[in-house]
Nanobody, 124 residues
Framework: QVQLVESGGGLVQAGGSLRLSCAAS????????MGWFRQAPGKEREFVAR????????YYADSVKGRFTISRDNAKNTVYLQMNSLKPEDTAVYYC?????????????????WGQGTQVTVSS
């Protein structure tokens, strides 16, 4: 069992930066690949980024590539999402999730555990 708690969301102007954190409970955190998803009002939840259990492999949605960076610290049981050059269209609730599969997947069903989400609002 893994419990996930996101933090770091807030209101920022377009072009600004935020860093989201996701703290995980449980001693098996390092065995899970971790992902970030987001859901804007009236839209489906979408994949943002993924990092392998070791941290050596990352994968991003085209919409955030070059602007967002996912990282993890297994000693602290935490995964991060550094978001730079934010745009109004990045406004959403951001969720972190844990996946037990080693295959790079971007589908919601591949992730076993989810956090409660943190709101990110980017003003124009």
């Amino acid at each position: 069992q893994v419990q996930l708690v996101e933090s770091g969301g807030g209101l920022v102007q377009a072009g600004g930066s935020l860093r989201l954190s996701c703290a995980a409970s449980g001693r098996t955190f390092s065995s899970y690949a971790m992902g970030w998803f987001r859901q804007a009002p009236g839209k489906e939840r979408e994949f943002v980024a993924r990092i392998s259990w070791s941290g050596r492999s990352t994968y991003y949605a085209d919409s955030v590539k070059g602007r967002f960076t996912i990282s993890r610290d297994n000693a602290k049981n935490t995964v991060y999402l550094q978001m730079n050059s934010l745009k109004p269209e990045d406004t959403a609730v951001y969720y972190c999730a844990a996946s037990s599969t080693s295959v790079v997947v971007t589908t919601i069903s591949a992730y076993n555990y989810w956090g409660q989400g943190t709101q990110v609002t980017v003003s124009s």
